[in-house]
């Protein structure tokens, strides 16, 4: 497995996780790194993504405030720490690098 996602579940709106991808196999000052989403009968939207170089920051606007992505190169990990959930933001998470995927984490909002 290139990208390993870690850490949906289900959570109460309102509530908070935490999403990590650990990408071990690559050298992750080369690429940009983001976050992905497909809730059901959707495609998938970028949710976040943090670049490479500048370390400029990228969310859609329904997680702007909410949502913060991070990366530790030396770590080989992207994360995604998200608060105020929502059962709007019930989907599948993927972390994404470059042309790589990570096999999907499932975030479930609900009470």
């Known amino acids: 497995v290139q990208l390993q996602a870690s850490g949906g579940g289900l959570v109460q709106p309102g509530g908070s996780l935490r999403l990590s991808c650990a990408a071990s196999r690559f050298t992750l000052e080369n690429y940009a790194l983001g976050w992905f989403r497909q809730a059901p009968g959707k495609e998938r939207e970028g949710v976040s993504c943090i670049s490479n170089n500048d370390g400029s920051i990228y969310y859609h606007d329904s997680v702007k405030g909410r949502f913060t992505i991070s990366r530790d190169n030396a770590k080989k990990t992207v994360s995604l720490q998200m608060t105020s959930l929502k059962p709007e933001d019930t989907a599948v998470y993927y972390c994404?690098?470059?042309?790589?995927w990570g096999q999907g984490t499932l975030v479930t909002v609900s009470s």
């Open positions: 994404n690098l470059g042309r790589f």
